[in-house]
């Protein structure tokens, strides 16, 4: 969660519906992945970065999710936006 803008204006995106907030997106990630087992081991593929305008890109990829209750794979559209000299995610797309 550290590389997630911390706001409520952080906006996540995925088989849950919409998620607006920081908070609100750490809450849903402890429901999903309570365990070591339902959290396992995640890699990423990045397929593209691309410009949005100043200090704004999209990422695409493909993230891999193994662990031992079963795999979980799938892909995302991420918006990184630079804010205070670092670079945070600002809304998530995940599928």
Do not use: H
Request: include cysteine.
């Amino acid at each position: 969660m550290q590389g997630y803008l911390q706001s409520d204006s952080l906006k996540f995106y995925g088989r849950n519906g919409l998620t607006k907030g920081w908070q609100n997106t750490l809450t849903n990630y402890k429901k999903c992945y309570p365990t070591e087992a339902e959290s396992g081991t995640l890699r990423f593929k990045i397929n593209d970065i691309s410009p949005i305008e100043n200090n704004s890109y999209w990422v695409m990829g493909e993230f891999f999710l193994e662990r031992t209750v079963g795999n979980a794979n799938g892909v995302f559209i991420l918006i990184f936006k630079k804010i205070n000299g670092k670079w945070k995610i600002v809304a998530d797309m995940t599928a």
